[in-house]
């Protein structure tokens, strides 16, 4: 199983990262984007059920962030619009095959175990 993030750097007001995945059925999991800066611990902030295409987003970057699946391509992508500093971190993409379970990190927060992670990508935000 691989799940391999595209894409981050330094940012202006606007990024898109991808998430490529491999390695099981696609269309039977969900899959988020979740983040971590410093110390502080990790959150959700988006995901996906990529077989209804049901979207879920933390109130930190709801109307900002867009999350999306390409089937064909097997692959997840998070555009992130009206970036601040406060968007800085490692980014990781995230699959579960319990859909509620990845809502439920994305959504409530707090302790989580999820199937399949990224190994994450930087987003610097420039001044």
């Known amino acids: 199983v691989q799940l391999v993030e595209s894409g981050g750097g330094l940012a202006g007001g606007s990024m898109r990262l991808s998430c490529k995945i491999s390695g099981f059925r696609f269309g039977e999991y969900a899959v988020g984007w979740f983040r971590q800066d410093g110390g502080k611990e990790r959150e959700g902030i988006a995901c996906i059920s990529i077989n209804d295409g049901s979207t879920y987003y933390a109130d930190s970057v709801k109307g900002r962030f867009t999350i999306s699946s390409d089937k064909s391509q097997n692959t997840v992508t998070l555009q992130m619009n009206s970036l601040n500093f406060e968007d800085e971190g490692v980014y990781y993409c995230?699959?579960?095959?319990?859909?509620?379970?990845?809502?439920?990190?994305?959504?409530?927060?707090?302790?989580?175990?999820?199937?399949?992670w990224g190994k994450g990508i930087l987003v610097t935000v420039s001044s």
């Open positions: 995230a699959a579960d095959r319990a859909v509620v379970n990845m809502i439920g990190a994305v959504t409530v927060g707090g302790r989580y175990s999820i199937d399949y």
